[in-house]
Each structure stands twice: as structure tokens, then as C-alpha cells.
T-cell receptor, first 114, second 114 residues
Framework: NAGVTQTPKFQVLKTGQSMTLQCAQD?????MSWYRQDPGMGLRLIHY???????DQGEVPNGYNVSRSTTEDFPLRLLSAAPSQTSVYFC?????????????FGSGTQLSVL | AQTVTQSQPEMSVQEAETVTLSCTYD???????LFWYKQPPSRQMILVIR??????QNATENRFSVNFQKAAKSFSLKISDSQLGDTAMYFC???????????FGTGTSLTVIP
């Protein structure tokens, strides 16, 4: 059982470049989400999805795009990278309705934008 | 919007001693969940303990326990018999039961001193 698989682990971009962070889960979870972690700011929600075909914005959505074509996959796209997007990114999935809700995290992506 | 506050950016404790990490939150919801996640230097996010707001009994997991004060909107984590492996960043998180969005505090960096 792989859980939440997130790739790549590290990435360096130049300002203006675009890229996609991949996220896949094999637990059949309805909910998937993306967070960014910055020093002194905790984890902030970028985008989330409550099921295939449904996405919504979180606290810090600007500069990012998501889609959810399948239950398993939830990629995060950086449209035009900026130095302010240098951060650690986490994908997470969760389920609800069973009285045991919790977040399962991927291993994170360290992104540097030069 | 829900907010989660961790007022202790850094803490230290001697090995085998007890330490308490503080967390307060603000919400108008009545049914929700609270969590403590641990992030060691490996960057992995690990669930430490979980509390349902409708349960008056404080959750415990081995050496970890919480003091949940619903009226005061306080959710502190007590670590007993601290071990070197407890050295990590600890995040308090909130989730309300009608959605699946998690809100995190800014974290407390705990160092266990041998």
C-alpha cells in the first residue's frame, strides 16, 4: 500500500517557468488537497478537491492550478513560477464519514524558484 | 474562517521529562476535530493524536495526551517521558466535520536535550 505518492522530491525552476507537481493516492479517498509550508507560517491550503471533477480554492490559490480527473490523481500546476513560490509543498488525502478522519500526507516537494 | 494559534515557536525539554505544547483555535462550529501532527527533520508528517470535539474525554496515545478545553478553545499536547526521537516540529490542526479542510497552526519546534 503506497499511500500518497508525490513527485518530484526536489525541483529548481527559473522565474517564469511552469511545472506540474504530481500526486497520487491508492486509498480511494474522496478528498485531496495541496499545502505549502513556509517557515513561521505553518501549512497553508492552496487548493482542494472533494471528488473527481470538483476542485476549490484554499487560502493561497494565486499562481496555482489544479484538476481532478480521477479519484487517484490531483496534480498541482505552477503556471509561471515566481520566487515567492519557493516553498515545501505537500499533497494530502483524507476520507470522512467513518469517524476516523485524518490527513495522509505525501513526502513533500522542496521547490526553489530562482 | 478558522484560525489555529501556537504561541510557542520553540521549546526544549530534558530527556525523560514532561513537556506541554499549547494550541488555541477560533471557530463558530460546534462539531469538529483537532489534531497534533509531528514533523521530524525527515519532513514526513506524522499523526500524533486526534480528538473529536463532541467527546469530553481527552485522547491519549501512549506517552502523548491532550488537554482539550472546548469552552476555552484550547487543545494542548503533553509529552511524557520525552525521548530524543520526539525532537521535531509539532503542528496543531483543526478540521470541521462538514468539510475536509484542515487548518494548521504555525508550529512549535521541540528539542529534546540528552
Amino acid at each position: 500500500n503506497a499511500g500518497v505518492t508525490q513527485t518530484p522530491k526536489f525541483q529548481v525552476l527559473k522565474t517564469g517557468q511552469s511545472m506540474t507537481l504530481q500526486c497520487a493516492q491508492d486509498m480511494n479517498h474522496e478528498y485531496m488537497s495541496w499545502y505549502r509550508q513556509d517557515p513561521g507560517m505553518g501549512l497553508r491550503l492552496i487548493h482542494y478537491s472533494v471528488g473527481a471533477g470538483i476542485t476549490d480554492q484554499g487560502e493561497v490559490p494565486n499562481g496555482y492550478n489544479v484538476s481532478r480527473s480521477t479519484t487517484e490523481d490531483f496534480p498541482l500546476r505552477l503556471l509561471s513560477a515566481a520566487p515567492s513560490q519557493t516553498s515545501v509543498y505537500f499533497c494530502a488525502s483524507s476520507y470522512s464519514g467513518q469517524g476516523n478522519e485524518k490527513l495522509f500526507f505525501g513526502s513533500g516537494t522542496q521547490l526553489s524558484v530562482l | 474562517a478558522q484560525t489555529v494559534t501556537q504561541s510557542q515557536p520553540e521549546m526544549s525539554v530534558q530527556e525523560a521529562e514532561t513537556v506541554t505544547l499549547s494550541c488555541t483555535y477560533d471557530t463558530s462550529e460546534n462539531n469538529y476535530y483537532l489534531f497534533w501532527y509531528k514533523q521530524p527533520p525527515s519532513r514526513q508528517m506524522i499523526l500524533v493524536i486526534r480528538q473529536e470535539a463532541y467527546k469530553q474525554q481527552n485522547a491519549t496515545e501512549n506517552r502523548f495526551s491532550v488537554n482539550f478545553q472546548k469552552a476555552a478553545k484550547s487543545f494542548s499536547l503533553k509529552i511524557s517521558d520525552s525521548q530524543l526521537g520526539d525532537t521535531a516540529m509539532y503542528f496543531c490542526a483543526f478540521m470541521w466535520n462538514t468539510g475536509n479542510q484542515f487548518y494548521f497552526g504555525t508550529g512549535t519546534s521541540l528539542t529534546v536535550i540528552p
